[in-house]
């Protein structure tokens, strides 16, 4: 079982679903956790779940103000879980209310970077850290362009962090936890526009492929007590044989496995030879 005794935790979003399991899990290996998220009656719900060193902030993520406020009364972070997300709206781009749109950006990404921002100084001084992004739906989907571009974004975000982290004994994953029933999975199947537009979505649940939210939460807490590290920088599942990767992490990486990708053709020479560019000032840098 993973110890966590003596570290500090965060969890946004960590009022309901994910968040509330994510946190919990946490807890019960020992981890001093603090929840994060807008709504303060929902995080006092989560933290009578908790321990007694577990503590709450409601704070709109998405405020540079509030989010130092915040994290200045946390004091030291050993562990970051940006989980907290919303959906966006449903629908194509040109028809859906773009501020809905354009909202979903500011907390899915601007949030999740400036919790990030809160906590790495302090990770780098103590050379000791681990930062896990909550990447769901990096994957194109008609209709969920806000939701998927975010997530897709905050997934290259966790690849550039990991590397700019690491040499500094700091990690960095993203993880897509599978589909779980949240009061979010609950809008896109009941919702007006979701049943419009992703009527497919339903076929999730009806084939029972959804996980309980307690198989996330499992892989969460072994990235946080560091059991995968050699796998900084990658994108992960419950589904993944955590084991088997990081027995294989070399050659996960070297063929940029768990990772954004774009494939060009045998005749496009330009993007290779930039690419072995930007390898090797990524290796100059770790040494």
């Not at 009527?199 to 807490?221: G, M, N, S, T």
Request: hydrophobic share 45%; aromatic share 6%.
């Amino acid at each position: 079982m993973a110890d966590l005794r003596g570290k500090t935790a965060v969890v946004t979003g960590g009022g309901r679903g994910l968040g509330r399991a994510f946190a919990q899990a946490l807890d019960a290996a020992g981890a001093d956790v603090v929840v994060v998220a807008r709504s303060a009656d929902e995080l006092k719900d989560t933290a009578a779940l908790l321990g007694p060193q577990a503590c709450s902030f409601p704070c709109d993520i998405a405020d540079a103000g509030a989010v130092a406020e915040i994290f200045a009364k946390i004091g030291p972070v050993d562990v970051l879980v940006n989980n907290a997300g919303v959906m966006g709206p449903i629908g194509p781009l040109w028809e859906v209310d773009f501020e809905r749109w354009w909202a979903a950006m500011e907390v899915n990404v601007r949030g999740a970077m400036l919790c990030t921002r809160a906590v790495v100084p302090g990770m780098i001084a103590r050379r000791s850290g681990r930062i896990v992004n909550l990447a769901t739906g990096a994957i194109p989907a008609a209709c969920l362009s806000a939701y998927m571009s975010s997530k897709t974004a905050l997934v290259r975000a966790t690849e550039c962090l990991a590397a700019e982290l690491e040499p500094h004994g700091v990690f960095v994953f993203s993880v897509a936890p599978g589909t779980v029933r949240t009061k979010m999975t609950a809008h896109s199947l009941g919702s007006e526009e979701g049943r419009k537009w992703i009527p497919w979505f339903r076929r999730i649940f009806e084939e029972h492929l959804d996980l309980p939210p307690e198989k996330p939460a499992e892989l969460i807490v072994e990235l946080a007590a560091g059991r995968a590290d050699a796998l900084t920088g990658l994108y992960l599942t419950p589904f993944d044989d955590l084991d088997q990767l990081v027995h294989h992490a070399e050659q996960v990486k070297a063929e940029k496995l768990h990772s954004l990708r774009v494939r060009t053709h045998a005749s496009s020479r330009a993007p290779a030879a930039l690419a072995a560019i930007r390898d090797a000032g990524n290796r100059a840098k770790e040494s």
